[in-house]
């Protein structure tokens, strides 16, 4: 199993993202703290932790936390926008503390259409500089630069777009995450309109996942029901979770605090009851207040050959692999 | 030598004994038969006819108008069917001998589960094989029709095969079009024609691998597969009305918009660390030995 653990470091951030689901707060993570959670993790047995936020990389503390994860054994993993490690020297001194493996966050090739998102101008060329820097950087330290996209009104037709250009640009780049927007908490309550159709991403999705696929490059879907991609279920979060039986636990610098996450389904339309993949699909999350239950479509394939996929899989080489061990 | 005059179509009812999910005619279909429309007139000699509903077979008056097509010289007849009642062996034999030549049979899916939820009729995917076997025992030649979902476009290969090895002589994919049940729930029903797309060279490859005839959308790839079709038929143009919510396992208070959202969010240029950290994580500060959150 690769359970993973979510430390938010900081939760402000130097981007005002119209969708983020985790806005400001007063709190920031100290190097005690940190350590007593990462100490909580080892003792878990956790393959990992994630740093995030919040913008993790304005938190001075991120070289002494990752040294201390990695003398714990954990892969150290970090979930930014890029704007500081588009400054070499701090990406080096991230480098060079063994964090050696980064989830850019950008949301569009598109550089209006990033900027908007982001609501900071320039934010698309910072994201770009933190690739081209850990591009170099991949050639003295083992770096598996991935990239993160929330699937969103705005970049809901252009997914597929956006892998072709990241992919040209930076053949470094070992994996991809796309995350449905979380409409639950944070600003996409405000910002309504930036919730997606799943009928409008579920085009340029499907033809960004193959195009991944067949780039010998491999990818993560999260809050995406199977109906909306049947042809690699395989690769749900949700249903990776639920078919491994993987936990997450997340300490949120807010008043949640501790949240250790062991369900992964969410709420199911009554056609749900049909689908040949009920059990291991997670659903819709955040149902009916923002997403459309009607949306969704039985489905009639071999449920067997999904689970057999999964379990024949290895996310710890999966999900660590260096950019130097890609095509 | 093929005939290139148009079918012609004798509606015989909306009445039917499946609720497909796509069905173009609505609820027309349930409502409880009334007297059928009389639109047959007289039939011409070398016509090729095609009797069509809602579902013919429910109509008592399709054995007589058959045979009168027959023996007015039609030269095709043709009855578009889910072909249910013909499970029933006199059934198929009575429409053989009235003169019918071939039915239009709708299947919706490769395997029980997913024809009978585009049905909506537990057990009709059972009858609909047995009808055919039945059918072709008593002589009848037969294509099968598909509407192309969200739920069975993936499968269109299997259901191609399971179509030849059930007898057919062709295939026809029609698309879901947005009219009675299926603009109620489109989202549901109507797949991305872009992804289906995608699937469609595989599906021509294994119909002609097969020797089956194959109409795709409105147009035949092989001409002679034409003859097993009758179309789409009556469809229902009342404006679709607005999709009925549709009920979920959401509670209430899932749906309901949290208040006063921007709340959440607090700005502030000092940032706590230290003591107040361990209010928000108060397991992982408990003294040695105590059970950890989690």
């Known amino acids: 199993m690769a359970n993973i653990g979510y430390m938010q470091d900081v939760r402000h951030c130097n981007q005002y993202c119209r969708f983020c689901s985790h806005p400001e707060t007063e709190y920031m993570l100290d190097v005690e703290t940190a350590k007593k959670q ?19 990389s304005l938190s001075p503390n991120i070289p002494e936390i990752t040294r201390y994860a990695v003398s714990r054994g954990l892969h150290v993993r970090m979930i930014t926008n890029g704007s500081k490690i588009a400054e070499m020297p701090i990406a080096r001194s991230f480098a060079e503390a063994g964090l050696h493996h980064y989830h850019i966050s950008i949301h569009s090739c598109r550089p209006e259409v990033e900027d908007y998102l982001t609501g900071v101008k320039g934010s698309f060329e910072k994201a770009a500089q933190a690739l081209a820097n850990l591009s170099l950087l991949a050639k003295e330290f083992p770096i598996a630069i991935n990239i993160n996209t929330v699937i969103n009104a705005d970049n809901a037709d252009h997914l597929d777009e956006n892998v072709r250009y990241f992919i040209g640009k930076f053949p470094e780049i070992s994996h991809f995450v796309w995350n449905n927007l979380d409409p639950s908490m944070g600003r996409a309550e405000t910002n309504r309109d930036t919730a997606p159709r799943h009928r409008n991403f579920e085009v340029s999705l499907n033809r960004a996942m193959r195009f991944v696929h067949a780039s010998g ?16 279920a395989h690769c749900s979060t949700e249903t990776r979770k639920i078919i491994k039986s993987e ?6 610098l807010d008043e949640k605090g501790t949240i250790r996450q062991t369900d992964f389904r969410h709420l199911k339309a009554p056609a749900c009851g049909l689908c040949s993949l009920d059990d291991i699909c997670g659903g819709i999350f955040d149902i009916g207040s923002f997403y459309d239950p009607a949306e969704l479509a039985p489905l009639f394939v071999d449920k067997e050959a999904i689970v057999r996929k999964v379990l024949s899989e290895d996310d710890h080489a999966t999900l660590a692999q260096p950019a130097a061990a890609n095509p | 030598m093929l005939s290139t005059a148009p079918m012609r179509t004798i509606f015989l009812g909306f009445a039917c004994n499946n609720h497909c999910a796509f069905c173009s005619q609505g609820e027309q279909g349930a409502a409880p038969p009334g007297p059928a429309p ?6 011409a000699r070398g016509e090729d006819v095609a009797f069509v509903g809602g579902e013919p077979t429910l109509s008592e008056r399709l054995l007589s108008a058959a045979a009168d097509a027959k023996k007015a010289g039609a030269r095709w007849v043709l009855v578009q069917t889910n072909a249910r009642r013909l499970c029933y062996p006199d059934y198929a034999r009575a429409l053989r001998a009235a003169g019918v030549d071939a039915l239009d049979v709708s299947l919706q899916g490769s395997t029980p589960a997913m024809h009978d939820y585009h049905t909506e009729v537990p057990g009709s995917m059972a009858q609909t094989v047995a009808g ?7 002589g009848l030649r037969f294509g099968v029709s598909t509407v192309v979902t969200r739920s069975n476009f993936r499968h269109l290969v299997e259901i191609a095969r399971l179509a030849r090895s059930l007898g057919a002589e062709a295939l026809s994919l029609a698309e ?26 595989a599906v021509s490859r294994e119909s002609a691998r097969l020797g089956l005839g194959l109409r795709l959308f409105g147009r035949s790839a092989s001409p002679a597969a034409d003859r097993f079709f009758a179309g789409l038929g009556e469809r229902n ?8 919510p549709a009920p979920s396992r959401a509670t209430d208070e899932e749906r309901a918009p949290k208040p006063n959202p ?5 700005r502030v240029r000092e940032k706590i660390s230290g003591p107040a950290l361990a209010a928000i994580f108060p397991k992982l500060f408990a003294p040695e030995g105590t059970e950890t959150n989690g």
């Open chain 2, 176 to 201: 879901a079009a947005p009219y009675g049940r299926a603009a109620r729930s489109r989202d549901r029903v109507i797949p991305a024609p872009e992804l289906v797309a995608d699937v469609i060279p």
């Open chain 2, 132 to 138: 055919v076997r039945r059918a072709r025992e008593a």
């Open chain 2, 38 to 43: 009389q639109r047959e007139g007289s039939f």
């Open chain 1, 217 to 232: 490059r491999t990818f993560r879907v999260e809050r995406v029901p199977l109906c909306f991609m049947t042809e690699f």
């Open chain 1, 247 to 252: 936990e997450r636990t997340v300490h949120f």
């Open chain 2, 237 to 244: 143009e009342t404006p679709a009305l607005p999709a009925a």
């Open chain 2, 262 to 266: 921007g709340l959440g969010e607090r």
């Open chain 1, 38 to 56: 990462i100490d909580d993790f080892a003792r878990r047995e956790y393959f990992g932790i994630i740093l995030t936020g919040g913008e993790p």
